[in-house]
Nanobody
Framework: QVQLSESGGGLVQAGGSLRLACSASGNSLRPYVVAWFRQAPGKEREFVAGSSRNGASTHYADSVKGRFTTSRDNAKNTVYLQTNSLKPEDTATYYC??????????????????WGQGTQVTVSS
């Protein structure tokens, strides 16, 4: 079992950047696929980015490709989401999620076992 906690959200102007962090406790993140999702008011939760267990493979939603980068530091038990060139449509609550059983073809499916509480990102125009 692992507990996840996001941080780094805030209010930023369009074109700005934020670095979100997902810190884990309870167990090492090494065996877990970790993904980022977001949910805006009135919308469904959507996949943003995912990282394989060793961080060598990453995957992104088309809407953030080229602007967002996910990375992981297993020694610090933390996964990051660097968000650049932010747009107002990126405004949402961002969640990290972890699962030991995920395979590559299923990263975008929100059926992860563990979730953080979320961190709010607000981008003003």
């Amino acid at each position: 079992q692992v507990q996840l906690s996001e941080s780094g959200g805030g209010l930023v102007q369009a074109g700005g950047s934020l670095r979100l962090a997902c810190s884990a406790s309870g167990n090492s993140l090494r065996p877990y696929v970790v993904a980022w999702f977001r949910q805006a008011p009135g919308k469904e939760r959507e996949f943003v980015a995912g990282s394989s267990r060793n961080g060598a493979s990453t995957h992104y939603a088309d809407s953030v490709k080229g602007r967002f980068t996910t990375s992981r530091d297993n020694a610090k038990n933390t996964v990051y989401l660097q968000t650049n060139s932010l747009k107002p449509e990126d405004t949402a609550t961002y969640y990290c999620a972890a699962d030991r059983s995920k395979i590559l073809s299923d990263y975008r499916n929100p059926s992860y076992a563990y979730w953080g509480q979320g961190t709010q990102v607000t981008v003003s125009s």
